[in-house]
């Protein structure tokens, strides 16, 4: 209990039939002078605890009776951090429910709450069966394996269950009962009479958070033909079908917890969907809708007031003011936004607009829930805070009259804990709240955050994307990484901080703890000044290295940033995680920004994707093309040619540990994923018998060994009929022609086709490479004569087809860089060594007078109005860098190689993958067709060439 604030005589009464809707109460008073006598009468035990913790409103009454009913009639409030008596958080927020933590109720809690009168409701987070238990999960499964889901490749919303299965819905509706049965507890005190008498205590419901944990996702076939897959909605209005119908015989309310925050993001490997915000993830209303209008009247909705949990002073909820239901509103006081309770840090202006909107929204007879935050300091007592206490007071007092005058709020507590110096300590925590959104938004340090959410260039980038000021119209602009953009995030910061010491010069006589947390905040926004500053300069010098510019001043900058950091954040809270690694990170990029990324950190970063996937069905995260690379039965030819590179770039930088990972990721080819090793006689399929041939010059893997050169051999093998020549996958070739071009020395794999150059090259040189044996080699450089014969153009350059007359830059790029690949194998004493020079020679002083000011080369190279291509500029960069290498071209190509490089490295995502790489592309007689080819991010097509780029610089 609180303190009363004057002397009087004071009694509490039970009292049915009181004026009042919900649970308040009524004071009585009699007498006068120091005869006084306050009588609190009430129909709930709670209230006189309500009463208690506002004695000074009931006791300096101008008149009587008091009356004191709440705007609403539930006041929820989650204690699973609780570290402080049950009965102090009921007085300090005037709730009337309890959350208990997550799973099975605890049983100290779930009595504490009996003897307060306070309902309890049991937490379920997720719909991920496997977490709720996973023993009882996978026991479940074996005995239903068709329950079992899939869920999509690289899903931060799992799929562990078929909600398209009957036995799901059964396992729910058991699981959910689980939880919610009565908890058996040895009897209170008061109750014992007889020995090892006991007594049953139940929950009133159960809280049900659908997301993160998220388990209902799943993508099999049943899911799509019925309409699950996908569909927000739908496996929404599932969940909350089930458990409804598990809690409605037992006579207890759901209450779901709905979400529709944030847009959809890189987490990691995993992409979250964040449904609720358009796209592939729906809007509010086509998720939750459903749910809502098919669910009765024994389960809630609560809806949170924000629309992003991660961002400080977040927009107004996108669903609460449209949804069907509106039972709950939800509020995270500190939690995710704040973060730490032990910097001083107001949200109440931001609690008044959200509680009045929410008034207006919200009927009576509902609801308002507070999650009271998170506390990381040891001994921290939330409820003690002389600084933080005025964030639960404002709540509180709000969720119970939404008209309160807010700075009569101010002044209460202030008076309440700092007596004559209220208007000092007011001034401070009003100016705290401005300090807080921007030393704490995910611009800034972001580590004290309950997820320590921003601790890496890529991290915060994604959470950019996450957070309103990314995707609400009016955050673009502010997202624009100009150098006006750079001055508005300090300027931000440094207005701030003046106001923060403008108020803090009234503090001058507060306490040593008082002024260390003061300053503790004022030292965040000096280090998330630096921070932030020097994150846009980055964004500003990478948007200058896409097109080939730079700015040392920017750059010096940055390093005056990180000296600022450094000095400064050895002043933060000492719960905080040092700022210094995330600001090194920034530092070291925009320094590599200057002459690209060192190759072997740019060739490990790509392997590590490639291994994060399938090389059957290559998709890995931030992949984003019209479909994936492979289909659970071949390996794609420029997956392939990914692999073999990434082999080759772990092997030259000396990272055995990654060579191992690769070289283990074929083993399956040798048993149940033989089908990679295709027998069709295609050029395009043959070539996977290059990653093989690699493993053998690496490892002398006499496996790996044979199967290679059955490949490279059958190439060159006659023609004969019966045999497999991939006519399920490709084009048709009359046998009559295949024979002719074997007859002449020809691969029977002929086509004319620019891209076959680097396919027959690629296998027949490591062939060539692992035997010694000539004939490989020379093998190639004849095919490759005949295409230097047949297929170019006067200036050197390539048509995509003869009945294409178009410059098609990946087209050219393959063409390039075998002939660059054989002449690198090729003896000097061979015939076609000559003219393959003289081609390639040819082919760079073309493709040299190309290239853009940017360092990249066009889709169509020899049209300035197409777009930029990375593909082809890694393929032409490649050649470039590969014939300095072996002394056929001079010093100006190693300068461009270098430069297409870097233009290059600065494009690569968080996750490693190059965007702009045009789709596969047939030949066509058309301009438009080329021009306005698809591109992808992420494409193997794009990745491979990065990737041989990185081993000759390696």
Not at 181 to 203: D, F, H
Not at 245 to 273: C, D, N, Q, Y
Not at 840 to 845: I, L
Request: glycine residues 8%; charged residues 25%.
């Amino acid at each position: 209990m609180f303190d009363l604030l004057i002397a009087a005589t004071v009694s509490y009464q039970i009292t049915a039939g009181l004026p009042l809707r919900h649970d308040g109460y009524v004071v009585e008073r009699t007498g006068a002078g120091e005869e006084v006598e306050f009588v609190v009468k009430a129909a709930t035990k709670r209230a006189f605890l309500y009463a208690d913790y506002e004695s000074n409103r009931w006791m300096k009454a101008e008149s009587y009776p008091f009356v004191r009913d709440p705007h609403f009639k539930m006041r929820a409030l989650n204690v699973s951090r609780t570290r402080e008596p049950l009965a102090n958080w009921i007085a300090a927020t005037g709730a009337n429910a309890v959350y208990l933590k997550r799973g099975r109720p605890d049983a100290k809690l779930l009595r504490e709450c009996a003897e307060l009168d306070v309902p309890a409701y049991a937490f379920i987070y997720g719909c991920d069966a496997a977490k709720w238990n996973r023993r009882r999960y996978d026991e479940f499964i074996a005995a239903h394996p068709s329950a079992k889901g899939v869920t999509p490749p690289n899903s931060w919303e799992k799929g562990t269950m078929c909600p398209c299965d009957p036995a799901t819905r059964e396992f729910f509706i058991e699981a959910v009962r689980e939880i919610a049965k009565e908890v058996e507890l040895p009897a209170p005190p008061q109750t014992v009479g007889a020995a090892g008498r006991r007594t049953s205590l139940g929950v009133a419901g159960v809280v049900a958070c659908l997301w993160d944990d998220y388990g209902l996702n799943c993508v099999c076939d049943r899911c799509r033909k019925s309409g699950f897959r996908g569909n927000w909605g739908r496996q929404v209005a599932f969940a909350v079908g089930a458990w409804e119908e598990a809690l409605k015989p037992l006579g207890k309310t759901l209450i779901v917890r709905t979400w529709a925050s944030g847009a959809s993001h890189w987490l990691g490997a995993e992409w979250v969907h964040a449904p609720g915000y358009g796209g592939e993830s729906g809007d509010p209303l086509s998720v939750w809708g459903e749910a809502m209008k098919r669910a009765g009247k024994g389960v809630l909705f609560q809806t949170k007031v924000y629309n992003a949990d991660c961002q400080p002073d977040p927009p107004f909820s996108a669903l609460l003011p449209v949804a069907p239901r509106r039972d709950i509103a939800e509020w995270q006081i500190t939690g995710q936004t704040v973060g730490l309770q032990c910097l001083p840090a107001s949200v109440v202006d931001q609690t008044a607009r959200q509680m009045r909107r929410v008034a207006g929204l919200v009927p009576p007879d509902g609801g308002v829930m507070l999650y009271a935050g998170t506390y990381k300091r040891d001994g921290y007592a939330a409820l003690s805070d002389e600084l933080n206490t005025v964030n639960y007071h404002v709540w509180r007092q709000l969720s119970w009259n939404p008209k309160d005058d807010v700075e009569s709020l101010w002044r209460e507590w202030g008076e309440r804990w700092h007596g004559a110096d209220a208007d000092a300590y007011i001034a401070a925590m009003k100016a705290s709240e401005k300090a807080s959104v921007v030393a704490f938004s995910p611009l800034g340090l972001g580590a004290p955050t309950e997820s320590f959410f921003a601790n890496s260039v890529d991290r915060r980038e994604s959470l950019l994307r996450y957070t309103n000021r990314f995707f609400l119209p009016e955050g673009k602009v502010a997202l624009e990484p100009t150098l006006e953009n750079v001055a508005h995030v300090t300027a931000e910061k440094d207005a701030a901080i003046a106001e923060l010491d403008k108020a803090l010069s009234g503090l001058r006589g507060a306490s040593a703890a008082v002024a260390e947390r003061f300053a503790w905040l004022r030292a965040q926004l000096v280090v998330t000044r630096a921070l932030d500053g020097a994150l846009w300069r980055y964004f500003y010098l990478r948007e200058l290295a896409k097109e080939g510019k730079e700015d040392a001043k920017v750059l010096a900058e940055i390093d005056a940033d990180f000296e600022t950091v450094r000095r400064h954040g050895k002043e933060l809270c000492p719960t905080l995680k040092s700022p210094v690694p995330q600001m090194r990170d920034t530092r070291d990029r925009a320094h590599a920004l200057f002459d690209g990324p060192r190759p072997a950190d740019v060739a490990a970063k790509l392997s590590r994707l490639f291994l994060s996937t399938e090389p059957d069905l290559y998709r890995p995260a931030g992949y984003r093309a019209p479909k994936a690379y492979g289909n659970r039965e071949l390996v794609h030819y420029s997956v392939v040619s990914l692999w073999v590179n990434a082999l080759e770039c772990a092997h030259a930088a000396g990272d055995k540990a990654l060579e191992k990972r690769l070289v283990a990721a074929f083993e399956p080819a040798y048993g149940e994923k033989k089908g990679w090793m295709n027998d069709y006689r295609h050029v395009d399929l043959s070539i996977v018998g290059a990653i093989s041939l690699e493993i053998a010059i690496l490892t002398g893997d006499e496996r790996a060994k044979e199967l290679g050169l059955r490949y490279a051999d059958r190439q060159w093998e006659e023609p004969r009929e019966g045999m497999d020549w991939g006519e399920r996958w490709y084009d048709a070739i009359p046998l009559a022609e295949r024979h002719a071009w074997w007859e002449k020395g020809y691969s029977p794999e002929t086509r004319l086709w620019l891209d076959d150059m680097y396919m027959i090259t690629l296998l027949q040189s490591q062939a060539y490479r692992l035997t010694g044996e000539r004939k490989y080699i020379e093998r190639a450089a004849k095919e490759m004569c005949l295409y230097l014969e047949r297929l170019p153009r006067p200036d050197g350059l390539f048509n995509h087809a003869p009945e294409a007359p178009f410059v098609w830059g990946r087209g050219n790029g393959w063409l390039a860089a075998a002939m660059a690949m054989n002449l690198k194998y090729l003896p000097a004493d061979s015939e076609w060594r000559a003219p393959i020079l003289a081609g390639y020679r040819r082919m760079m002083s073309a493709l040299l007078g190309w290239q853009r000011p940017n360092g990249l080369w066009g889709q169509l190279v020899n049209d300035p109005e197409s777009y930029d291509e990375t593909s082809a500029t890694a393929m032409f960069a490649y050649a470039f860098a590969e014939g300095v290498r072996a002394g056929v071209l001079g010093g100006e190509y190693l300068a461009a190689a270098k430069k297409a490089y870097r233009a290059l490295a600065v494009r690569l995502d968080m996750h490693g993958n190059l965007p702009d790489v045009c789709v596969g592309t047939g030949w066509k007689n058309d301009r438009h067709h080329y021009l306005t080819r698809p591109k992808a991010n992420g494409d193997p097509h794009g990745q491979a060439p990065l990737l041989w780029l990185c081993s000759v610089f390696l």
